[in-house]
């Protein structure tokens, strides 16, 4: 009985820092964009942490599924090393969407430099920009609540290894139970990755148009 792995890969968002063009609206977008990358950090920083944290956990895992009720003691060590691992991973999350939550600073600046900008076309494009950066935030946020629903599953099921009531079958099922919902953590982590890719290429993008419309 294994669990499939849960490892979440996230894609950093590589933006550009700023460039010295006076005042001109890409050198404010590009500012503006800088900043948000910079408030990122603590989510970038997390990531190697996160991953050997989450591997660490599994690998327990399935250590414990193949020991018996007959190591009990065992097994009980186990299962309270494994939360422990699942407590400090949900604090690396906790601490990663704060990071990400912080960019909503940025994306308000974007707001405003879209308010006080005339040219219609420049003004659309920085439109797009924070519809897109907007739309990532979005889909971190469902992936961070399918993630923390999937952590409370897995204790649940780490619980019900070490209760001498819980039988095999109740076991089993909340495997499975653990496994499906497994799966739209990674279609919620899909979702995330394609919307970081999307930023990027929004981001070159809008700034090649705003240089082309300032030129």
Not at 27 to 32: A, D, R
Not at 38 to 66: C, G, P, S
Request: aromatic content about 4%.
């Amino acid at each position: 009985m294994k669990l499939r792995k849960y490892i979440i890969m996230f894609s950093s968002i590589l933006l550009l820092t700023g460039c010295n063009f006076g005042e001109s609206t890409e050198e404010k977008l590009s500012n503006i964009l800088t900043e948000i990358y910079d408030l990122e950090a603590d989510y970038r920083d997390v990531q190697k942490e996160l991953a050997e944290t989450e591997t660490k956990e599994q690998a327990n895992f399935q250590q414990m599924m193949e020991l018996t009720k007959d190591q009990k003691e065992e097994l009980t060590t186990m299962v309270e090393d494994t939360a422990t691992l699942l407590d400090a991973r949900l604090a690396l999350v906790e601490k990663e969407a704060a990071s990400l939550k912080a960019t909503s600073d940025g994306i308000s600046k974007l707001t405003t430099l879209i308010s006080e900008t005339k040219e219609a076309s420049d003004k659309e494009s920085l439109k797009q920009m924070e519809t897109t950066l907007k739309e990532r935030i979005a889909a971190y946020e469902e992936l961070t609540n399918n993630y923390n629903e999937l952590a409370t599953k897995q204790q649940d099921l780490y619980n019900m290894l070490v209760d001498d009531t819980a039988e095999v079958t109740s076991i089993q099922e909340q495997v499975q139970v653990v496994n499906k919902h497994n799966e739209l953590v990674q279609e919620s982590v899909q979702k995330f990755n394609e919307a970081t890719k999307r930023v990027n290429e929004v981001k070159d993008e809008v700034l090649t148009s705003l240089q082309k419309d300032e030129i």
